[in-house]
């Protein structure tokens, strides 16, 4: 039997060593011991034990707030990005003329 991955949208940010944290989620997970920071590593506590996410892994909060790396090219595979821009509808108007008029 074969099975397709529901749809679900998940939060995540690339690790990169110096750069600096975006998400509040993760910057969280840090503060509360969750993650650690390490010199060129994160160990991240997970149900499954500690897991270890090197530069360029992603880190993703789940549906569920469990968080966990992923390698880059399984990452990829498996997300896409979601665009969370909000779009008005306004009868007459197109997004680029309503963006114009609040510019």
């Known amino acids: 039997m074969k099975y397709r991955k529901k749809a679900v ?5 690339q690790y990169l060593v110096g750069e600096v944290i975006e998400s509040e989620w993760m910057f969280n997970a840090i503060m509360s011991g969750e993650i650690e920071m390490l010199k060129n590593h994160l160990l991240i506590r997970t149900l499954e ?4 996410a090197d ?10 707030g469990e968080i ?9 595979m498996t ?9 008005p509808s306004v009868p007459g108007l197109d997004y680029y003329e309503i963006r114009r008029l609040y510019e």
């Open 55 to 64: 530069e360029g892994d992603w880190i993703i909060k789940g549906v569920k």
């Open 68 to 76: 966990y790396p992923c390698k880059p090219d399984i990452f990829s």
């Open 49 to 52: 034990g500690q897991m270890r």
């Open 79 to 87: 997300y896409e990005f979601v665009d969370e821009t909000p779009t």
């Open 9 to 13: 949208v998940i939060e995540a940010e």
